[in-house]
């Protein structure tokens, strides 16, 4: 029973070791703050782990693990909207530790950091002002580069639903970056300068 054990923890960390990047940096998209983050990537791996005999072998690990990951982030978003903040003095100073993952910055190379992790500001401003569904599929589809039915799952809605907030929130994104050009435009005197 505990060689099973084992075998199956060393599986589970042999296909979560190249995910944890990735998993954190999309908790951190979908959180925008970083204590959430690690907390959520925490809990992620935690119900992975949990469920890792659910999981079926050759089919994408990569998705199962951002599903769970998402559900969980939906989930939290849900219970904050039903009750008000608080922070319970009963969990204050518990400690535990399963497994570290990387911060925003995982290497030494300032321009490498800035390519794997940063968006352009305009791009991540216009990324935060979508309504929370677009935001969603937006950071499964086309920044963690899911495919379509991978993002279908892991929201449990139906692919071309998916593909609708995809389309519309890329439109709504694209508005904002325009507008946003078009007052860069009115308000940068160099600009103007080089039109006459």
């Known amino acids: 029973m505990d060689l099973l054990r084992m075998g199956r923890r060393r599986q589970f960390e042999r296909l979560v ?16 703050q970083t204590e959430w983050a690690e907390d959520l990537t925490q809990d992620a791996l935690i119900r992975a782990y949990e469920r890792f005999h659910q999981f079926t072998a050759g089919t994408n690990f990569r998705a199962w693990l951002f599903t769970i990951l998402t559900h969980l982030y939906l989930n939290d978003l849900e219970r904050a909207r039903r009750r008000p903040n608080t922070t319970s003095m009963d969990t204050a100073g518990e400690e535990g530790q399963f497994w570290d993952f990387p911060t925003e910055n995982t290497t030494d190379n300032p321009a490498e950091a800035l390519l794997l992790n940063v968006l352009p500001e305009e791009l991540q401003r216009a990324l935060d002002r979508l309504p929370e569904e677009f935001r969603v599929a937006i950071i499964l589809v086309d920044l963690q ?25 890329r439109a709504m994104m694209r508005r904002t970056l325009e507008q946003s050009e078009t007052n860069n435009d009115v308000f940068n005197p160099t600009k103007k300068a080089r039109g006459n």
């Open 17 to 32: 070791r190249p995910q944890l990047k990735p998993l954190f940096q999309m908790a951190l998209r979908l959180t925008r």
């Open 145 to 169: 580069e899911l495919a379509y039915q991978d993002a279908a799952n892991a929201l449990a809605i139906p692919l071309g639903t998916v593909r609708s907030r995809v389309s519309r929130g």
